[in-house]
């Protein structure tokens, strides 16, 4: 029961990961405005980390014996964000992405006390290095969006 705690933890983040890396792609193909090309790079960068993020999160799963979900139809039954709409202005994007990040980062800090109350620090570890990263993808993004909302 306990390892079916992480497990599900563990297969939880690669699902939304999976979904937050191709809502990135969408966002990246179909950005636009005056913020194009500062947006472009950075979904790209985003979801270039995502990808490496997935594998990091199945291999640590794997690690501890267990057995990553692997299907569109599994992410889908497991994420916990929504898919990207591409009709959405830069601005709308950029705060869309702050919500999953603020829900990842919230999903991270649960698994965190059901690692640490479960005696696994490796994935416990993990789990604080991605909600480190997330808190500050955020803060950049909370402060693109101020900036871009004031010359707006």
Same mark, same amino acid.
């Given at each position: 029961?306990?390892? /079916? %705690?992480?497990?599900?933890?563990? =297969?939880?983040?690669? &699902?939304?990961?999976?979904? @937050?890396?191709?809502? $990135? ?15 472009? /790079? %950075?979904?790209?960068?985003?979801? =270039?980390?995502?990808? &490496?993020?997935?594998?990091? @999160?199945?291999?640590? $799963? ?91």
């Amino acid at each position: 029961m306990a390892q /079916e %705690k992480i497990q599900l933890a563990l =297969n939880t983040q690669i &699902a939304n990961w999976h979904t @937050l890396y191709v809502k $990135l792609h969408n966002y990246h193909w179909y950005v636009k405005g005056p913020h194009f090309f500062t947006l472009h /790079e %950075k979904f790209e960068e985003l979801y =270039n980390e995502a990808a &490496a993020t997935i594998d990091e @999160l199945a291999e640590r $799963l794997l690690t501890i014996q267990g057995f990553p979900v692997a299907t569109i139809k599994e992410y889908m039954q497991l994420t916990t964000l929504k898919e990207g709409d591409k009709t959405m202005c830069a601005h709308d994007m950029v705060r869309d992405l702050i919500s999953d990040y603020d829900q990842i980062a919230s999903e991270l800090q649960d698994g965190i006390t059901i690692c640490d109350s479960l005696d696994d620090p490796g994935t416990e570890d993990l789990f604080i290095s991605l909600k480190g990263t997330i808190e500050k993808h955020t803060w950049m993004l909370r402060a693109f969006v101020k900036d871009t909302h004031a010359s707006q």
